[in-house]
Nanobody, 121 residues
Framework: QVQLVEAGGGLVQPGGSLRLSCAASGSIFSINAMGWYRQAPGKQRELVATITSGGSTNYADSVKGRFTISRDNAKNTVYLQMNSLKPEDTAVYYC???????????????WGQGTQVTVSP
């Protein structure tokens, strides 16, 4: 069984920083892309950033220059460093990963449980 466990959300003032982490565990054969998505109240879930197994990254325009995604393949963990946070960054942030579980033998997408990020004075 594969799980994604997130950590690092919380309340921060505008201009502040937070670092999210997401660790994949279980019977994993390989992990391809990993990424972060977010969903604000009343809005659809949107892509924040993704990173391939080789380290290529992609960012939403709204976070370019402020957020940095990285991963530690040895730890099956992806990170999101968020700087210069704005109130409009307030959302539930979800980790996602494309994983080949040992038992399935094919690529599946997994989601974390979500972590709340609130940016407020």
């Amino acid at each position: 069984q594969v799980q994604l466990v997130e950590a690092g959300g919380g309340l921060v003032q505008p201009g502040g920083s937070l670092r999210l982490s997401c660790a994949a565990s279980g019977s994993i054969f390989s992990i391809n892309a990993m990424g972060w998505y977010r969903q604000a109240p009343g809005k659809q879930r949107e892509l924040v950033a993704t990173i391939t197994s080789g380290g290529s990254t992609n960012y939403a325009d709204s976070v370019k220059g402020r957020f940095t995604i990285s991963r530690d393949n040895a730890k099956n963990t992806v990170y999101l460093q968020m700087n210069s946070l704005k109130p409009e960054d307030t959302a539930v942030y979800y980790c996602a990963a494309e994983i080949v579980p040992v038992v399935a033998g094919r690529l599946l997408r997994y989601w974390g449980q979500g972590t709340q990020v609130t940016v407020s004075p």
